[in-house]
């Protein structure tokens, strides 16, 4: 299959160069798309066959449950049984934008786009491509990201095209997203809502909506007997470049001499056996670094937004330059932090060196 990219002006979204993915939507076809946090991989939500395609397309295991996305907030009755109060809250708060909700599932969703569950989750985009798309196509849009599964997630049409040109009929090329993690997921169907993804609309701003959020234990901890994620996507080895991950962590907030020393160490020592050895730092460290190896600033360490939009482009760039071994300076875990944490250290396979 031809994949066609068609590649949007922002300063003017004009309907004719969306209507040909909008049908092909229609159809039961895949179209990538843009969004505000990562690209999706976009089919018919109500179409049992279209989801399936997805699964295929991303190489992604079927039990593993899609978003469906929405382009405006009337779109939602058709999906779900009820909406329980701290999901209105919610929705009024952060809607559209980088937050999705699991609600229970009306009885138009077919099983293949939640994985078998009887809840549904459900996004309603603010990037203005993706709402139009959206619109155009007239049917709730399911869209896990737009990588093959394992991989990081794409933030720019070109990673997209790295993994699913020939899989997929058409990408939608809107620029690099704003934000560059996926979006938080907040389970709303029991008595207390759960954070089940860190993402852009942080603990601490839901706990402004609603008050109390409960945190699924699988977000910061790898998964044992008793911890098994609520999010059915966040137990596979996600994120991951091909590379070797070990992340290093000190004990203050700002990167201490220790952790730049232990970094250059091990990256040295991978270097001298004949290894590619890449290191992801912050702008205040990158001159620490040793040049024999591959070093990657992701920004100014106080300037979180930046981090988190550059993460996964570097983790890919670095599979693309082969690089076999990565250090990663830490971050904070608060705010934003929490997201761009938890990213690395499932891309880590949690190798966290305390120094
Ligand atoms: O930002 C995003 O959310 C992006 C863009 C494209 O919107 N999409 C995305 O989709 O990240 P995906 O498929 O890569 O991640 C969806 C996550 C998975 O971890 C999945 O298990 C979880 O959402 N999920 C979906 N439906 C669920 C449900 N009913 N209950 C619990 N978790 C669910
Ligand atoms: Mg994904």
Known sequence: METKVVIIDRALIRDDQL??????LRKGGLVAFPTETVYGLGANALDPEAAKKIYAAKGRPSDNPLI???????????????????????????????????????????????????????????????????????????APSANTSGRPSPTTADH??????????????????????????????GSVPMLLRPGAVTLE??????????????????????????????????????AELMLVEGK???????????IANMALEKRAQGHEVGI?????????????????????????????RNLFGVLRE???????????????????GQAIMNRLTKAAGYHILEV
């Open 68 to 142: 469906a996305h929405i382009g405006q907030r009337s779109d939602l009755e058709v999906l779900v049984k009820e909406i329980p109060e701290a999901g209105r809250k919610l929705m009024k708060a952060y809607w559209p934008g980088p937050l999705t909700l699991i609600f229970p599932k009306s009885s138009a969703v077919p099983y293949e786009t939640t994985g078998g569950l009887d809840t549904v989750a459900v996004r309603m985009p603010s990037d203005l491509v993706a709402k139009r798309l959206i619109e155009l196509a007239g049917v709730p849009v399911a």
């Open 252 to 262: 203050e907030q700002s990167v201490s001499d220790k952790v730049v020393d232990v």
């Open 318 to 336: 670095f599979d693309s330059l082969g690089v076999e071994y990565i250090y990663s300076e830490s971050f904070s875990k608060e705010h934003l």
């Open 205 to 242: 701003m839901l706990c402004d909506t609603v008050g109390q959020v409960a945190v699924d234990p699988a977000v910061a901890k790898p998964m044992s007997a008793e911890i098994k994620p609520k999010a059915p996507g966040m137990k596979y080895r996600h994120y991951a470049p091909k």
């Open 19 to 24: 209507l040909e993915g909008a049908a092909i």
């Open 160 to 189: 997209v095209y790295e993994d699913m040109n020939g899989r997929i009929e058409m990408i939608v090329d809107g620029g690099p997203v704003g934000i560059g993690v996926e979006s938080t997921i907040v389970d709303v169907t």
């Open 280 to 308: 992801i730092c912050t702008d205040e460290t990158y001159d620490r670094y040793p040049e024999e190896v591959r070093i990657r600033s992701l920004g100014q360490r106080s300037k979180e937004e930046t981090i988190a």
